[in-house]
T-cell receptor, first 114, second 112 residues
Framework: TQLLEQSPQFLSIQEGENLTVYCNSS?????LQWYRQEPGEGPVLLVT?????EVKKLKRLTFQFGDARKDSSLHITAAQPGDTGLYLCAGILTSGAGSYQLTFGKGTKLSVIP | SQTIHQWPATLVQPVGSPLSLECTVE??????LYWYRQAAGRGLQLLFY??????ISSEVPQNLSASRPQDRQFILSSKKLLLSDSGFYLCAWNGRGFYGYTFGSGTRLTVV
């Protein structure tokens, strides 16, 4: 059973389009993070959200944490080829045995076509 | 500044051979350290984590082991590799009270 479900799994869009990817769970998370990973490299942290309803912006990227802290979304405005990559959400469970352990979704593979 | 080093970048090993992957962190002390494996279409799977020297927690039963001989050194090992051990192995760290992980650049292991 996948604790964090990401959708869509794959997304191919034209440069300049907007997009939203989702990260959903039936569990409550004390915090949730988004990473971007390029082929052959390790994931790079984009943002951490910790408060239900929190919205954070990073240039053209907008991240939202659900009110109940069970879901999150990433919205990209005017996508560029440099946004291409695998977007991973990861969370720390409120009732996890180890408070240091991140649980990852399978990711959304984004391709932005010039 | 803090950095994480992971090597080798790629490795091709025969079935039954031993494995040793090394990860070191610079610029911080007493980090939490993690080994993840990433298989295509399966996301990142936590293998081991460590909160201090000699303290190792295993998340899944497997053919692998981990050790932390020094504060900023984390080693992933196997005595005899299986075909199913192939994958992309990632080391990561974070500091106390900080949620975000910093990942190494990964090791692509192919067992043949």
């Amino acid at each position: 059973t996948q604790l964090l479900e990401q959708s869509p799994q794959f997304l191919s869009i034209q440069e300049g389009e907007n997009l939203t990817v989702y990260c959903n769970s039936s569990s409550v998370f004390s915090s949730l993070q988004w990473y971007r990973q390029e082929p052959g490299e390790g994931p790079v942290l984009l943002v951490t959200v910790v408060t239900g309803g929190e919205v954070k912006k990073l240039k053209r990227l907008t991240f939202q944490f659900g009110d109940a802290r069970k879901d999150s979304s990433l919205h990209i405005t005017a996508a560029q080829p440099g946004d291409t990559g695998l977007y991973l959400c990861a969370g720390i469970l409120t009732s996890g045995a180890g408070s240091y352990q991140l649980t990852f979704g399978k990711g959304t593979k984004l391709s932005v076509i010039p | 500044s803090q950095t994480i080093h992971q090597w080798p970048a790629t490795l091709v090993q025969p079935v039954g051979s031993p494995l040793s992957l090394e990860c070191t962190v610079e610029g911080t002390s007493n980090p939490n350290l993690y080994w993840y494996r990433q298989a295509a279409g399966r996301g990142l799977q936590l293998l081991f984590y460590s909160v201090g020297i000699g303290q190792i927690s295993s998340e899944v039963p497997q053919n692998l082991s981990a050790s932390r001989p020094q504060d900023r050194q984390f080693i992933l090992s196997s005595k005899k590799l299986l075909l199913s051990d192939s994958g992309f192995y990632l080391c990561a760290w974070n500091g106390r009270g900080f949620y975000g992980y910093t990942f190494g650049s990964g090791t692509r292991l192919t067992v043949v």
